[in-house]
């Protein structure tokens, strides 16, 4: 067995499904793994000229792959029968490729309705915090009871330990969230409910030696959708905004904008063991020609964009020596 696994480094948004897409276009996994979150998240992913933008469902599907959302995650029904109506229409196979780890949580329409009261946190509304909450509590409702997901349904430790179907399991595990969100390790209250870390998809049944690579994901700068006062004062932040088309794919939101926190990859790199790290958007700020990040309290202007680029992988160098650093424009791999 072996598993690669996808980690956002800084507070979601950061392209996870970008880099999901193109790593099942490049090896030959037998699986895709969602391994935390819900429908809180959303994976937007250009594939075939089409841009798909998915909630729950694994991108291994476009590519054929077994997907599976795993223990880890909570589910909304609904939103999970929308999207496989979606995934159809769009020319997509999903026969027989997804499925639903058995012990995955419910959201329901009371952790709906109770989520929408949230005015502290600025949750997305859609039920995550109340059915962790609930699982937690050991009263929650999981998809082994729903007569609905019957066809879907599968043991994980089966499906991954004692799968007769293929010679070696091969999995991608693809995360939801960011570092920055972590239940353990964001900005506490202003996380989401769910491990972001590479931890969070090992609680989904793998053993850590069979972690081959960890992809660090983030951006040339950094987004937030929350409560919390994030944006900074720069007025390139409307223009980013609008080059980057930093709108939430799940709420529609307006992002956040702020500079890069080099100290918040750094940390993220170390605790997930990132082997290679991507920074995807590097185009918005060559389109504004401004390179701007901080470090520590102090914030650095760089001339170009190759002097932030030489900056950045020799910091990260020296933290993780090692880790291979790609940028990444908006919608290439590398």
Known sequence: MLADVIVDLQYGDCGKGKIANYLCSQNDYTHVIRYNGGCNAGHTIYHNGKKLITHHIPCGVLHGIKSVIGPGCVLNLNQ????????????????????????????????????????EIGTTKRGNGPAYRDKYARKGMIALEIPDL???????????????????????????????????WGDYPFVTSSHCTVGGAILNG??????????????????????????????????????GEEYGA?????????????DLLEKAAKINGVTKMVINKVDVLDQIETW????????????NAGSMYDYIESHLGEARPGINVLFSGN????
């Open 206 to 243: 793998v053993p850590p030696q069979a972690i081959r690579d960890v992809w660090g994901v983030a951006k040339i700068y950094e987004t937030y959708v929350g409560a919390k006062d994030f944006e900074g004062i720069d007025p390139e932040f409307d223009l980013i905004r609008d080059i």
């Open 250 to 262: 799940t709420t529609g939101r307006p992002r956040q904008i702020n500079w890069m926190d080099v």
């Open 150 to 184: 019957e066809e879907y349904i599968i043991d994980m430790y089966d499906e991954i330990h004692n799968n007769k179907e293929f010679d070696d399991v091969q999995i991608l595990f693809e995360g939801a969230q960011g570092f920055g969100l972590d239940i353990d």
């Open 292 to 303: 701007k990040l901080f470090h520590g309290v102090d914030m650095l202007q760089f001339e």
């Open 80 to 119: 999970f029968f929308d999207e496989i109506e979606m995934l159809e229409e769009a020319g997509v196979k999903t026969e027989g490729l997804i499925k639903i780890a058995s012990n995955v949580h419910i959201i329901t329409d009371f952790h709906m309705a109770e989520d929408k009261k949230d005015t």
């Open 331 to 334: 919608k290439e791999i590398i």
